[in-house]
């Protein structure tokens, strides 16, 4: 198969399916090849246009299933590289040599991403030739057929719409390619498409999957209604936000807030309906479930459970995932590789939190935020016993469950692993990579590893049992879960009407599986102060799975967080009082602008000399 080179090479591609389809060769006995598919034999059944299928869901996960590293480029979790091999794509190639951090480097984040781009479009051509052929079938179609193919149909333009917009959100205006591409010459002159024409096909395609998909897939991993109804809501929340806090880096497009206040309406009522409509609930109906108290592990909160292969069947919650096959498959997941350490399979520990995510988890007795941390020196007396020190365990108790779900701090436990098996708990103390560490009278081997800088590594994602190795996880990664959804329509009412009731109890619902009380009236006042509790709930309920980067640019905070164009930036910190990394410093407009839409990549433009630039980026 041809390496994906450009998009122009990206779109001619057509993965493994189309060796099937290929014409025959003529052999000395003039048979033909057992090797391959004549074209003529292949889109026949509709087993056939499921084939072809779930090779598009198979091609098109690794463009989403590793979107946590987005969160480096965000303030809560740090990227120090990925798993992401290059020239394998199933090993999450879109992904590599990216830049996920804060203000970039040389180039700006957004200039890291030729990749990416590529395999986009790779993953667009791959939609467009199962819904070309499909929709071929359907012209001969036999009227039982009729429903299933269109259901596949359904399906690809489902995937299509995603990875438009993906591109939209990130680029702007892109070259719209409605068609499978079989020749260069078919795309070498392609200009952008104002987004406005991108995101009405993209609704097309998202409203024909809506009318075409059953209320629930029998198979797992293929999608139904409701994970079209809430990217097609997500899409016109998105809009509504571009349009309400505008995007002056996007040339040509003029901002209206009638637009957004309309837009806003419209995903509300498509969230409304994913969430009163199908029957959907949070995992293990929202409860909270056990939690040990810092330094054990035997109970895990619920919410702990949701990011492990235990979810994957028979949960309402996962509104879209990406199936992966786990062990022997070279279908594998690689979340333990990247938010694990040494100690478990050799793992490398890519993505971990940063110090600043451990004081936006609340306390339980009183639903709001503790006494800040106190970063403090181990070797200075009474450090580990001091009131709110960083590495005093006792610091992190009586937090929202979902701290101890998702991140470990000193002290705490998880199961270490290797060869496949057990290797008994092993506790994480920052620093301390090699020598034993004496708890209660018992030596243990600590936590192996060297990948954080904050004094925090991940729970979340991190298998907790043996018998899988670091690359070959079977969880089905979300790209839509009905928590998100909820956050998403109460963001939706809020910008037109303020909270409302239904919203407010959406939040409470999410707090409670982290068991935090309900919000205190002050939290939900007005428009102002609704949404920083909606904010509050995304860092928290959507830590790591790759949301707040995209969340930072829709709401045009970057200023917020880092502090404006000139100014010294942001010392990030670690438990131990150090200053570990600094954001922004002393950077020019330019750099902030580039944060907020990405480099059309410089390959393609000298291929296409219709392709213009992005103004930050001239």
């Given at each position: 198969m041809k390496r994906l080179n450009s998009i122009i090479s990206g779109v001619a591609v057509i993965t493994a399916l189309a060796t099937f389809t290929a014409g025959c060769r003529k052999d000395l006995l003039n048979q033909k090849p057992t090797g391959e598919l004549d074209a003529g034999a292949f889109w026949k059944t509709e087993n056939d246009a499921v084939i072809a299928l779930q090779g598009a869901y198979a091609d098109i996960r690794p463009v989403f299933d590793r979107d946590y590293y987005f969160d480096g480029m965000g303030d809560f979790v740090?990227?120090?590289?990925?798993?992401?091999?290059?020239?394998?794509?199933?090993?999450?190639?879109?992904?590599?040599?990216?830049?996920?951090?804060?203000?970039?480097?040389?180039?700006?984040?957004?200039?890291s991403f030729d990749k990416m781009y590529r395999y986009l479009y790779g993953g667009v051509n791959r939609a467009n030739y199962v819904i070309d052929n499909v929709n071929r079938m359907l012209t001969t179609a036999a009227p039982t057929s009729v429903a299933g193919l269109e259901r596949i149909v359904g399906e690809a333009r489902l995937l299509r719409g995603m990875l438009y917009f993906r591109l939209i959100t990130l680029w702007g205006d892109v070259p719209y390619i409605g068609k499978t591409v079989f020749a260069d010459s078919e795309v070498s002159k392609l200009a952008r498409t104002p987004i406005a024409q991108v995101k009405d096909s993209i609704m097309a395609d998202f409203t024909y999957a809506f009318e075409?998909?059953?209320?629930?897939?029998?198979?797992?991993?293929?999608?139904?209604?409701?994970?079209?109804?809430a990217f097609r809501g997500k899409l016109q929340l998105y809009w509504a936000c571009w349009n309400g806090f505008g995007w002056p880096e996007l040339a040509?497009?003029?901002?209206?807030?009638?637009?957004?206040?309309?837009?806003?309406?419209?995903?509300?009522?498509?969230f409304r309906k994913v969430i009163n409509d199908y029957g959907l609930t949070l995992w293990r109906n929202g409860d909270p479930g056990l939690c040990d108290p810092p330094g054990k592990a035997d109970n895990l909160p619920n919410y702990y459970y949701l990011f492990t292969p235990q979810a994957n069947q028979g949960n309402t919650e996962m509104i879209?995932?990406?199936?992966?096959?786990?062990?022997?498959?070279?279908?594998?997941?690689?979340?333990?590789?990247?938010?694990?350490?040494?100690?478990?399979?050799?793992?490398q520990c890519w993505v971990s939190p940063r110090y600043e995510i451990a004081d936006r988890y609340q306390l339980i007795a009183t639903g709001d935020?503790?006494?800040?941390?106190?970063?403090?020196?181990?070797?200075?007396?009474?450090?580990?016993?001091?009131?709110?020190?960083?590495?005093?365990?006792?610091?992190?108790?009586?937090?929202?469950?979902?701290?101890?779900?998702?991140?470990?701090?000193?002290?705490?436990?998880?199961?270490?692993?290797?060869?496949?098996?057990?290797?008994?708990?092993?506790?994480?103390?920052?620093?301390?990579?090699?020598?034993?560490?004496?708890?209660?009278?018992?030596?243990?081997?600590?936590?192996?590893?060297?990948?954080?800088?904050?004094?925090y590594v991940f729970r979340k994602y991190l298998r907790n049992y043996a018998g899988q190795g670091r690359s070959d996880g079977d969880y089905a990664f979300p790209v839509m879960r009905l928590a998100d959804?909820?956050?998403?329509?109460?963001?939706?009412?809020?910008?037109?009407?303020?909270?409302?009731?239904?919203?407010?109890?959406?939040?409470?619902?999410?707090?409670?599986?982290?068991?935090?009380?309900?919000?205190?009236?002050?939290?939900?006042?007005?428009?102002?102060?609704?949404?920083?509790?909606?904010?509050?709930?995304?860092?928290?309920?959507?830590?790591?799975?790759?949301?707040?980067?995209?969340?930072?640019?829709?709401?045009?905070?970057?200023?917020?967080?880092?502090?404006?164009?000139?100014?010294?930036?942001?010392?990030?910190?670690?438990?131990?009082?150090?200053?570990?990394?600094?954001?922004?410093?002393?950077?020019?407009?330019r750099n902030y602008q580039q944060f907020y839409i990405w480099r059309i990549p410089t390959g393609e433009r000298d291929r296409n000399p219709n392709l213009t630039q992005n103004t930050p980026w001239l």
């Open positions: 740090r990227v120090r590289g990925t798993s992401a091999l290059s020239g394998n794509l199933q090993k999450g190639d879109a992904y590599h040599n990216g830049n996920y951090a804060p203000g970039g480097g040389n180039p700006q984040s957004g200039g075409k998909l059953p209320i629930k897939a029998t198979e797992f991993g293929r999608a139904s209604k409701p994970a079209a109804l040509g497009f003029t901002p209206s807030p009638a637009a957004a206040e309309e837009a806003y309406k419209a995903a509300a009522e498509d879209m995932v990406f199936t992966h096959g786990g062990t022997g498959t070279n279908q594998g997941e690689e979340l333990m590789r990247d938010v694990a350490g040494r100690s478990h399979e050799s793992s935020y503790a006494p800040k941390l106190v970063p403090t020196d181990p070797s200075v007396a009474g450090a580990r016993t001091a009131v709110n020190s960083a590495i005093n365990p006792q610091s992190y108790a009586g937090r929202d469950y979902r701290m101890k779900a998702s991140i470990m701090w000193d002290y705490e436990m998880s199961v270490g692993m290797a060869a496949l098996k057990s290797t008994g708990w092993v506790p994480f103390l920052y620093k301390t990579w090699t020598q034993p560490i004496t708890i209660g009278g018992v030596t243990y081997n600590p936590y192996n590893t060297d990948g954080t800088n904050s004094g959804v909820f956050l998403m329509y109460a963001e939706a009412t809020n910008a037109v009407s303020g909270p409302q009731a239904d919203a407010i109890d959406l939040l409470n619902r999410i707090r409670r599986r982290g068991n935090l009380p309900a919000l205190a009236p002050a939290k939900t006042a007005n428009k102002e102060a609704f949404l920083e509790a909606i904010e509050q709930e995304r860092i928290i309920e959507l830590l790591a799975e790759g949301h707040r980067y995209f969340d930072i640019r829709r709401w045009r905070k970057l200023e917020q967080i880092w502090g404006a164009p000139g100014s010294a930036g942001v010392w990030m910190r670690d438990t131990h009082g150090g200053q570990v990394q600094q954001f922004y410093q002393n950077q020019p407009e």
